[in-house]
């Protein structure tokens, strides 16, 4: 049976002009079984799902009921996945980076085309992908990294400019990590509209999701 999965995009701050692909392109399908919401009460109630999949949310998201169920759901032994602004919500929650593992700290002007280096894991999430993977995207910075955390994608900083917006070597972009007795996934991948309908970018993300519902 495909996994429950809500899929959550509500957004306080800036807003993607590519949610609504992200949604079409997320539900519907034969392997995932998706509730799209912007509702903080869903959250909630989030014990009905396999996962919670936080996809370009941005800003403070949440109440204290909707925090309080999603630490319990992931710490309780679910699965959560984030994708691209996630990592800029709930800024004022100080257990949000220990979910996520890592805080949105900037990033350069624009999308800009790079070469992505994937980690030799085996996660089902990458596997499918060549070891130099060509993409274009706006390419995140992280600050407040948590230790504990299995990278899987770097960005090769030099292959774009990341102006004040660089990391060390490896530039983090995707990783998987326990938290608690559940498992988080996170890409800050997928900006653009277009990536929604790259099928090498849509199977990194649907099997990210998968892997954090298992």
């Known amino acids: 049976m495909p996994p429950r999965v809500l899929l959550f995009t509500r957004t ?3 807003r993607h002009d590519s949610i609504p692909s992200a949604i079409a392109a997320l539900t519907g399908r034969d392997d995932l079984r998706v509730t799209a919401s912007e509702d903080p009460a869903d959250i909630a ?26 630490r319990s759901f992931v710490e309780g032994g679910r699965g959560f996945a984030g994708v ?9 929650w100080d257990w949000w980076p220990d979910l996520l593992g890592a805080r949105f700290a900037g990033h350069p002007e624009g999308v800009q085309p790079a070469t992505v280096d994937v980690v030799p894991t085996g ?20 600050s407040d990294v948590r230790p504990g955390s299995t990278l899987l994608l770097g960005v090769d900083e030099s292959t774009y400019a990341p102006a004040e917006f660089g990391m060390p070597s490896p530039h983090p ?3 998987f990590r326990e938290v608690g007795a559940g498992r988080s996934w996170y ?9 929604w309908s790259d099928a090498l970018f849509l199977t990194h993300v649907v099997d990210g999701i998968r892997w954090a519902a298992a």
Do not use: I, K, M
């Open 12 to 14: 306080t701050d800036f």
């Open 45 to 70: 109630a989030c014990d009905r799902f396999d996962a919670v999949a936080f996809v370009s949310t941005s800003g403070d998201v949440l109440g204290e009921r909707a925090r309080d169920a999603l």
């Open 84 to 92: 691209h602004a996630a990592a800029t919500t709930e800024p004022s």
């Open 123 to 142: 996660h089902p999430s990458t596997a499918h992908l060549p070891a130099a993977w060509r993409f274009t995207d706006e390419w995140y910075a992280f």
């Open 173 to 175: 972009q995707a990783w």
């Open 187 to 195: 890409t800050g991948l997928g900006h653009r509209e277009e990536a």
